[in-house]
């Protein structure tokens, strides 16, 4: 697991493991009730998915009653209770300790300007190829036009793990990027959507001809979302607004991260970008809030600015 996006994600979820506990009538011999464990259970998948080594086996052993419980509450006797929450406070500190010793080598290792990439499903050189050349149309042409620069600054193992320097233009060009994942993101939902509709009709065993004009409708549907993405990305950014081709290659730069989404792909700015750059990309980690956000724009909502 890369060690940048278990520090990522670890970063924001590690004060949720402290477990929450009522004591009945304030008797602190009776019994206990630990609460909101959807919240805990949550952290603890994390914990589990990119830094499984911080979990001992008897802090496992412990936790392994609500790990399995599908409560939101937990009543237990005082010992337990105590066990509980000395696991949990255990967890917690291996996790800040581990926080605090990547963090200052990630950090002196990033750049501000860069985004981290993660592929995933890479398991042959055409796969890899074919991945790389999604990503030169996904940043290129849009970051070149206003001036800007696209390097590969580092690759990592595990999931393929590229690091692209997303430099110049002021940082406009990471914004440009954050709004181009975003758009991407959108149009991947309706698209989604958009099949599970379709499907729902064959169904219904409605006629073919009828069938092939909603299946159009779709088509043309995302295709007019995704001009429209392009043409507000083009007046946000582009100083020749009125260039050749300029909507077609932004469609051609929104259509290539769309497809490295569908393949897995995940988007994070620097874990060194500055508190103006950060919330401007999707938390992928969270699918939720993801799901949430690209309703909200969807609906008329703000993207990067």
């Known amino acids: 697991m890369n060690n940048k996006q278990a520090y990522r994600i670890l970063s924001k979820v590690y004060p949720l493991l402290e477990l929450k506990k009522h004591d009945y009538n304030n008797d602190p011999d009776k019994d206990h009730l630990f609460y909101d464990l959807p919240v805990f259970r949550d952290a603890y998948e994390k914990v589990k998915l990119f830094a499984p080594y911080l979990i001992t086996p008897l802090i496992r052993r412990i936790l392994e009653p609500i790990e399995n419980s599908t409560r939101e509450y937990y009543p237990t006797d005082k010992a337990s209770a105590e066990a509980l929450i000395n696991a949990s406070v255990d967890l917690m500190s291996s996790v800040i300790r581990f926080i605090n010793f990547v963090g200052p080598k990630e950090f002196t290792e990033a750049t501000e300007e860069s985004l981290d990439v993660e592929l995933k499903h890479i398991d042959s050189l055409e796969e890899l190829e074919k991945a790389a050349n999604l990503l ?58 958009g099949k599970v509709f379709i499907e729902h009709a064959r169904t219904l065993e409605i006629k073919n001809d009828y069938l092939e004009m909603l299946i159009e409708a779709e088509r043309k549907k995302i295709q007019l979302i995704e001009e429209g993405e392009a043409q507000h990305i083009i007046s946000m950014y582009m100083a020749d607004k009125d260039s050749p081709n300029l909507n077609n290659n932004m469609r051609g730069s929104i259509e290539a991260i769309g497809a490295l989404i569908e393949k897995g792909a995940q988007f994070y700015p620097s874990i060194k970008a500055s508190d103006e750059i950060k919330p401007l990309f999707p938390d992928f980690s969270i699918k939720e809030l993801l799901e949430s956000k690209t309703k909200l724009l969807s609906e008329g909502g703000q993207k990067a600015e």
């Open 136 to 193: 030169r149309r996904s940043f290129n042409t849009p970051v070149l036009e206003i001036g800007g620069q696209v390097t590969v600054e580092k690759v990592d193992s595990g999931s393929v793990w590229i690091t692209l320097g997303i430099i110049g233009a002021a940082g406009m060009a990471l914004k440009l990027c954050a709004n181009l994942i975003w758009a991407a993101v959108a149009i991947q939902n309706k698209a989604r959507e």
